[in-house]
């Protein structure tokens, strides 16, 4: 009995990896992302009831463990001050050292910038000092403090 050769069975997988890499790509082509969350700020409490504009507002962030956050609440300014990847964030991290020269290129691009400064009633007076003395420095001598209306 002679022994028949048996014949090897081949499956291409070319196909279903071209399928794989097709749909991989799709999905991370069509996600979007969810801009980074701006740091959480309890603010102090206060009797006042002063209401703060809409338009033209400069904040500055100190969140609780003493970081600054800087944020322009126009869109092409905040571009043209941070560039184009941080046009979506609220509020972008800067250092102490960084600040004087964000302060002065803000109000330069728009001078009717109003300034605020938003920190967590937790955080360390000196931040608060340090970002106060930046300011004074920058001749931002007219700035509001953000609070909460007592209860």
């Given at each position: 009995m002679?022994?028949?050769k048996r014949v090897g069975f081949k499956l291409d997988m070319t196909p279903m990896v071209d399928v794989g890499f097709l749909l991989l790509t799709f999905f991370m082509l069509?996600?979007?992302?969810?801009?980074?969350?701006v740091a959480e700020v309890s603010i102090p409490v206060s009797h006042s009831a002063f209401k703060l504009p809409d338009v033209d507002v400069m904040t500055v962030t100190v969140d609780k463990e003493g970081s600054v956050y800087l944020g322009v609440d126009n869109q092409n300014?905040?571009?043209a001050l941070f560039g184009p990847?941080?046009?979506?964030?609220?509020g972008v991290g800067v250092t102490l050292a960084e600040l004087p020269e964000l302060l002065r290129n803000a109000r330069i691009r728009n001078p009717k910038l109003r300034t605020v400064i938003k920190a967590d009633r937790?955080?360390?007076?000196?931040?608060?000092?340090s970002v106060m003395e930046t300011l004074q420095k920058e001749n931002i001598t007219r700035f509001n403090l953000v609070t909460d209306m007592e209860k």
């Open positions: 002679s022994k028949t069509s996600t979007t992302f969810k801009p980074q969350d300014l905040r571009g990847q941080y046009v979506l964030k609220a937790d955080a360390e007076y000196r931040v608060i000092q």
